[in-house]
Structures are given as C-alpha cells and as structure tokens.
C-alpha cells in the first residue's frame, strides 16, 4: 500500500499506478492548538510512505505516518523522501551548530525498515540513517519535458560537482554537449561564477541542477551566457523559494522544467519511475 503524506499526493498517486498497488486514503487534521493527526486504512503486509518533507511539520507528519501505518498492521515499513528538508545541513558549520540532517534522519529511522531519497543534495547523507537508505537517480526524467527541437543544445551545470546530472539529463534527451561553470571562491562569502568555456552563441541551452532554491545563483550563471538562444532550467527539486521564479524569467529563462519531488506549477516530469525502479527491486 501507497501512504501519501499531504505535499506528495501528486507523486504517491504517480508511484501507485506504476507499481499497480493502492494508494491509501488518509486524512490529514490539525487541532485548534497547531498539532497535527493524521489517519490511515487498515495496512497488510508493506506500506510505503511517500512525504517530502518540505518544512518542519510536514517532518511531524511524516513521524505520525511510520507510526500509524505500524499501528494500522503493516508488518514492514518503508519511508521514501522524494525531498529531504534539512538535507544541506550536512555538517556542523558553525561551533556549537548541529549537523540538522543527522537529527532527521536519526529520528526518521526509529519508525521504518528502509529509506529511499531522490537526489538528496549530498548522497553521504544517507549514511545518517540507522536503518538500510538509498538515493535514487530521477534526473534522466528531466529530458522528458524538453522541447523536442532543441538547436544544438549544451547541458550546463552550475559547478563541476553537478556536472554528472547534466550529462544524465544530456544522455536522456540525446544529442548535446555537456560542460559546468566554474566557481572560484576568493572567501567565505565572496564567490566568483566564471563562464563555461562551451561555445554557446545560437544555441540553445539547458541548466540542470539538483535543487533551485533561490534561484540567485542560478541566474547570475545564466546572465554570463553569451549569446544563447533559448535558455531552460531543469531541476529535480523546484523549491523556487520567495522570488526564485521571478529572478530566472528576468535573467531570459524560457521555462523551469522540474519533478514532481516538490509539487509545483513547473513539476511537468515525474519520479516516480526511478523510484517504482528501487522499490521493485526492494520485494
């Protein structure tokens, strides 16, 4: 059984039809006092509980989840998080800070059997959980909403480390290049994006990334394009924070082009194949 927590009914609805197994109705509430409950259907045997936790309560939620499905009779649990809020937060930046992604994934492993992230921004994260975690690939789906007719496109990544979704992305669609913009870092604040050295001029150009958050950097890398056509981005997880759609239209993006980890308006491609891929191997 499919158990959906409330910002991923999209892609849980997704996840069921691929594998063909029924999607539970649950009812989310919340108590004049802020609390949160939620209710599941009976569970027999697996229950995948599908939540991006894409701010604090939706993390309580995801906690209540694991334990309503245990209680409703599910004899193994497991979590799957198509975004992982707190994800960044890999390491202790700070004296005195704490390593936020530990925390989460510690206290989400005390209620499942197994986790599954998508494209969690730094994959060591899964080394965090206390129970078997693994991170899906759903970047090749990101060629799916792609203009059929792209003029001899160049995949861009916005550093050297994103450059392996670029080029999954490029290896879907087909032809293109692929290449990433340099960062060079003269501080801890002052960072300088240098452009790709890929000739761009009249082509058409697709950025991928994992995530756009603010989408700052992304539009300042956009805007040492020189000459391009048509200028896309593609992301798995669009979480497009306060203006971030705004700034990427004012640097000449066409479209945002994303997964549906995070359920927004430019969610036109699914994870939902790469993640029924994993759980199919998984039983």
Excluded: W
């Excluded at 802020?34 to 995948?48: C, I």
């Excluded at 805007?223 to 004012?250: E, Q, S």
Aim: aromatic residues 4%; negative net charge.
């Amino acid at each position: 059984m499919i158990v959906s927590g409330s910002a991923s009914q999209g892609l849980a609805a997704a996840l069921a039809a691929e594998l063909g197994e029924e999607l539970a109705r649950v009812e989310y509430e919340s108590f004049p006092d802020g609390e949160r409950v939620v209710r599941v259907p009976p569970v027999e045997g697996r229950a995948v509980v599908v939540a991006s936790t894409v701010d604090d309560g939706s993390f309580v939620e995801l906690l209540q989840l694991q334990d309503a499905v245990r209680e409703a009779g599910a004899e193994r649990v497991v979590t799957v998080l198509p975004y992982m809020g707190y994800a960044r937060q890999d390491e202790a930046f700070e004296p005195g800070e704490p390593v936020s992604a530990r925390a989460m994934a510690r206290a989400i492993s005390t209620g499942t059997d197994a986790v599954y992230t998508v494209n969690v921004h730094e994959p060591a994260v899964c080394e965090f959980f206390d129970v078997p975690a693994t991170n899906v690939d759903a970047t090749p789906h990101l060629a799916d909403p792609l203009p059929e007719d792209l003029r001899d496109p160049v995949f861009l990544a916005p550093d050297a480390s994103a450059l392996p979704l670029a080029e999954s992305v490029r290896d879907a669609y087909g032809p293109g290049d692929a290449d990433f913009f340099e960062k060079v870092r003269h501080s801890g604040t002052d960072v300088e994006i240098v452009p790709s050295e890929t000739d761009v001029s009249g082509r058409d150009v697709v950025v991928v990334d994992d995530i756009v958050a603010t989408g700052s950097t992304m539009s300042e890398a956009i805007g040492l394009l020189d000459d391009p056509d048509r200028v896309y981005v593609a992301c798995v997880h669009p979480l497009l924070a306060a203006n971030a759609r705004t700034k990427l239209a004012n640097a000449g993006v066409e479209a945002v082009l994303a997964t549906d980890t995070i359920e927004r308006a430019v969610s036109e491609a699914s994870a939902a194949p790469a993640v029924a891929r994993a759980l199919g191997r998984e039983t």
